[in-house]
């Protein structure tokens, strides 16, 4: 029997309706529009505003855009995994939720949390499920509602956060397409450098910690850049490497859109052409754990079968890793 590789085959995505601007910023906090396009590449992100919506309707929504754009049955997954760092609450699984709400009744499903990094473990993650042979469609949704963890009069962390979703589907592969290799790694450092404070085991939730705002994001700018860049940058080289591709051979860089400039940092480092680099963050900034997927949908009609992809990503924790995968499919 040929040897089993784990393959995207559909790829779906959501992204609420509500733009916030550079441009209404500017009347919240001190910054501006140059300011903020130079630093980091973004002139707007998406924010769900509905009252009693989470995350979990994100990624409902770009499940069934999943289902619908390629008339799959939900009833044929086998597994559901949700890479969120932002669940719909503690304790009950966002993914076991969106699971039974998207039909996927056949399925198991579970929730996966490394900040910015949770869809790249997701990859690896689904990909093993599949190589098993055990399981034939897993279903992953990246999808966070940043907006309910950042504070709108911290301009350090408002300016880069949006809310999104996004939804591949993974199955077998026999003419050795889809997942080739991975990399991954992560450090503890990163605790105290990206982070929330409060509502955890270590200090739960309290009237003084909600008067402190410690259920906000909280980011040490300078240390998290300079961790992502020289991470991100160094395990897409390594996985080049590693696998023998020249920049020639790559055709496409998916990387996590948190800053312009730690993805153009990355794509130097790998010797590619700005046309090779995929980029959609200056309309959805950061969208945590949906902005690869969010890339494969804004870009999937340029993808060919056979096509060479590296994913690279960087996360709280620190966690960051890269991906090296063969596209399995021409979308028309």
């Not at 009347?27 to 903020?36: A, C, F, G, K, M």
């Not at 910690?209 to 395990?235: E, R």
């Amino acid at each position: 029997m040929s040897k089993i590789t784990a393959a995207i085959t559909a790829v779906g995505a959501y992204v609420p309706d509500f733009v916030l601007s550079n441009k209404v910023l500017e009347t919240l906090v001190d910054t501006n529009d140059e300011w903020i396009t130079s630093r980091t590449g973004i002139k707007e992100r998406r924010l769900l505003k509905e009252e009693g919506k989470g995350t979990s309707f994100l990624a409902i929504k770009a499940a069934q855009n999943l289902f619908e754009k390629n008339n799959i049955n939900p009833e044929e997954i086998d597994l559901v995994i949700m890479a969120t760092a932002t669940p719909d609450m503690p304790v009950a699984s966002t993914g076991v939720y969106v699971a039974s709400q998207i039909g996927a009744v056949n399925a198991f499903a579970y929730d996966l949390q490394a900040a910015c990094s949770s869809f790249l473990y997701g990859m690896s993650n689904a990909a093993a499920y599949i190589e098993s042979g055990r399981y034939k469609k897993v279903l992953l949704i990246g999808a966070d509602k940043m907006s309910s963890i950042i504070d709108y009069t911290d301009r350090a962390t408002c300016i880069i956060f949006g809310d999104g979703a996004g939804a591949i589907l993974f199955e077998p592969n026999y003419e050795d397409l889809g997942l080739q290799d991975e990399f991954l790694r992560s450090d503890g450092i990163g605790r105290e450098f990206l982070k929330i404070e409060a509502g955890g085991s270590i200090l739960p939730t309290s009237q003084e910690t909600l008067d402190n705002k410690q259920h906000f994001v909280f980011q040490d700018g300078k240390t998290v850049f300079k961790y992502a860049v020289s991470g991100m940058a160094d395990v897409s080289e390594k996985i080049m490497q590693r696998n023998n591709l020249s920049n020639d051979d790559v055709n496409w860089l998916i990387a996590h859109q948190a800053n312009k400039r730690i993805i153009d940092a990355t794509s130097s480092r790998m010797g590619l052409d700005e046309s090779k680099v995929l980029i959609n963050i200056e309309r959805y900034g950061n969208t945590t754990s949906a902005t690869l997927p969010l890339l494969l949908s804004d870009y999937e009609t340029k993808l060919k079968k056979g096509d060479n992809l590296i994913f690279a990503a960087f996360g709280g924790g620190f966690t960051w890793g890269a991906i090296y995968l063969k596209w399995a499919y021409d979308k028309k």
